[in-house]
């Protein structure tokens, strides 16, 4: 009948109602869970735990050429999670990398999994796994197929606790080493006149005690924002935009055996990272004058970052977006670059850099989550906390010192250090795939945690939207 109403909107209306209201009771109830799990938990008595994971042996041939390239993923109480380096080409991979936790209840139990890296392919191989508790001393583990429960291997490593100290705020707080691993975009391999391959790169930090500072402050999306509004929105439009996003940046941030990694022990070797190439100079390898957008991630605590003017930005709605995995929040969002003490206005290319005292500029300027000013004492305090002696200058993206000092850094690029002005923004030269492109004609790396959310957290997010549009 013309006009009339479609008889099955109402009733979906109700179901997703009382889909919503169940979901909603049932998140109460088990933060009530967690809650009373974590007083308990209190109650118990908490190590500082450091584990060395040292290596593995007889570990099984998996590719058709070559070895294997092994890594694993940790978990201690499937509350927090270790993802490794991969080694290349060895059936003994020897890691020695360590994992450094405060406030572990004493009787939590480590579960570690142990993969083969797959170049170029949909899923990573599984070798085996084991369980151990996280009591001190030297561990020999046998690494066990789960299905045919075979012995795959052997692993080593160490673990060495204190008592933690009394009346700890947080649980299971990761306390370093601070991890940095730099990621190459799929695209720069296919580049013939690649003029600087920062502008392919992104990076990863993990950083300490994000909790102590930011403690239960998240940043949403910015409901008022266009372009945030078009990524998270409801509707099959949305939908389309978030998935290419994603995809994306599953291929930007896959675990690969061309990543560079290592540990960041003091604010010099962070201030490595910020080295590139520069033309024209007695030095080629200097502290590149550059903007970055950056985000501090709610789910694993990393500090992701790129050159705001890379080249696989071409096309998405949404830099922060894409290194935040369309998450509906961060923990902070913004613009950071370096300076030398005192502006670029006044620095002379004369001067070494070792001889300056540099500066780090970040900001709150993110449309797509537009962060809260009032936190950028505690941002500041952060960085300082993970780099001692840092010099943070935290500014509000309205703050006009923000906009003079990043100008600055950009005009300088420009007329001391050979780089283009194309290179100031997102763009693609004439016959060079984009990232999008390359991600909607090869099929996305399936990750393991850390590099990619489960599948089930994705969809929830998007039963999430569903569910939303009814209200």
Not at 101 to 117: C, G
Not at 276 to 290: C, D, F, L, M, Y
Not at 293 to 306: E, L, V
Request: aromatic share 8%; proline share 6%; hydrophobic share 35%.
């Amino acid at each position: 009948m013309p006009g009339a109403r479609n008889p099955i909107v109402p009733i979906m209306s109700r179901i997703l109602g009382a889909v919503a209201r169940a979901r909603h009771d049932t998140k109460q109830a088990a933060d009530r869970v967690r809650a009373f799990a974590e007083e308990q938990m209190l109650e118990q008595k908490l190590m500082d735990v450091s584990i060395q994971f040292i290596g593995a042996s007889g570990l099984p041939k998996m590719d058709l050429v070559g070895l294997a390239d092994p890594y694993f993923v940790a978990k201690i109480d499937d509350r927090i999670t270790l993802v490794s380096n991969v080694q290349p080409n060895t059936l003994t991979p020897v890691w020695n990398e360590t994992w450094n936790l405060k406030n572990v209840p004493e009787n939590a139990t480590l579960y570690v999994e142990v993969l083969d890296k797959d170049e170029g392919s949909v899923h990573d191989d599984y070798i085996g796994s084991f369980t151990t508790s996280v009591t001190p001393g030297a561990k020999e583990v046998e690494i066990v197929s789960t299905i045919r429960k075979i012995v795959r291997g052997t692993f080593w490593l160490k673990v060495t606790t204190a008592p933690s100290e009394p009346h700890p705020r947080r649980l299971y707080l990761f306390d370093g080493p601070i991890r940095y691993t730099q990621h190459f975009s799929p695209t720069v391999g296919r580049l013939t006149n690649l003029n600087d391959e920062r502008l392919y790169s992104t990076w990863k930090i993990h950083l300490k005690g994000i909790p102590l500072f930011f403690r239960d402050e998240y940043q949403h999306w910015n409901t008022k924002y266009r372009a945030a509004q078009t990524i998270f929105g409801v509707g099959p439009a949305s939908l389309a935009v978030r998935s290419s996003i994603r995809s994306g940046r599953r291929m930007l941030y896959a675990r690969s055996t061309r990543n560079e990694s290592g540990i960041l022990e003091s604010k010099d070797d962070f201030l490595a990272l910020l080295r590139g190439r520069s033309v024209g100079t007695k030095e080629t390898n200097r502290i590149k004058p550059a903007v970055y957008t950056y985000i501090i991630a709610a789910g694993d605590d990393t500090f992701r970052f790129s050159e705001t003017g890379a080249a696989f930005f071409v096309d998405f709605a949404s830099k922060h977006a894409l290194h935040s995995n369309c998450a509906e929040r961060v923990r902070y969002s913004g613009e950071f670059h370096p300076r030398p003490a005192g502006g670029w206005a006044s620095f002379s290319d004369e001067t070494p850099d070792e001889a300056v005292e540099w500066e780090l500029v970040i900001d709150n300027n993110s449309g797509t989550y537009s962060p809260d000013a009032m936190l950028l004492p505690d941002l500041e305090g952060l960085l300082q906390h993970n780099f001692p002696g840092l010099v943070v200058v935290a500014l509000d993206h309205k703050d006009p010192a923000l906009e003079e000092s990043r100008e600055a850094c950009r005009a300088y690029a420009l007329q001391h250090r050979g780089v283009r002005q194309n290179e100031l923004q997102p763009h693609a030269d004439e016959g060079e795939e984009t990232l999008q492109h390359h991600a909607l004609v090869h099929p996305p790396i399936l990750e393991r945690p850390e590099e990619q959310p489960p599948l089930s957290v994705e969809l929830d997010e998007e039963f999430d939207h569903m569910v939303r549009s009814d209200s």
